[in-house]
């Protein structure tokens, strides 16, 4: 299934738009998300250690499953306030 | 009340509207916008948000707030797009009926809205490169 995961601050940059769209298996998870993010555009590499995954809008850890209507998000370290 | 703005923060608005017949304390936090870190010189800051979660997350934690102390009010603007040196980039006003309360539920908010609400923040510095600041840097959320 394709997944679009949306794109912010220092990762919009490093991928030079605001989503980018990855094909994983029908049954994957956050973990292998990021593996296919890291694979169309290895220069994220480097940011993904520190950063967090959203599920509609939602944090969630790497064991949790996507779907094709799932609202995904990279979510770089925050720095508000 | 929760709100992300791209204008100024009207600040004296804010605390007339927490300042209630039975609060006793109001405290205001401003986040304002630094012109030296380490030494370089920032001209300006821009503000970026995943909004759609950002909101749901300022609500949720205003919620969480109010659960763990009695608040009379409880609000919380941020800025977004650039905001200029010295101004107010977030604000903060709880007001409750003593003063203990509204500093450790105004210091909680904003020490949990830098970790938690989706909010980042590009410096634009005076010799004309930007960086994007990653104060906290998370480490092993994702395996």
Partial sequence: MKICVKLFAVARELAGDSEIIVEVHDHATIAELQRAVVAACPRMDRIMPHSRWSLDADFVTSDVYVHETSELALIPPVSGG | ?143
């Avoid at chain 2, 609060?23 to 300006?44: D, K």
């Avoid at chain 2, 759609?52 to 919380?76: G, N, S, Y």
């Fill in chain 2, 1 to 143: 009340m929760i709100e992300l703005t791209k204008r100024p923060i009207e600040v004296a608005d804010l605390l007339a509207r927490a300042t209630r017949p039975e609060s006793g304390a109001v405290v205001l936090f401003l986040g304002t916008t630094r012109e030296f870190t380490n030494g370089r010189r920032t001209v300006a800051l821009e503000y970026e948000a995943y909004e759609k979660m950002a909101e749901k997350k300022l609500i949720e934690l205003e919620i969480e707030t109010r659960r763990r102390w009695p608040l009379v009010e409880c609000l919380v603007v941020h800025r977004l797009g650039r905001v200029p040196i010295a101004e107010a980039s977030v604000a903060i006003v709880v007001s409750t009926t003593h003063r203990t309360d509204a500093f450790a539920a105004g210091q909680w908010l904003i020490d949990t809205i830098k970790c938690d609400v989706p909010i980042w923040k590009q410096e634009y510095l005076s010799d004309g490169t930007t960086e994007w600041i990653h104060p906290n840097p998370i480490e092993g959320k994702i395996s």
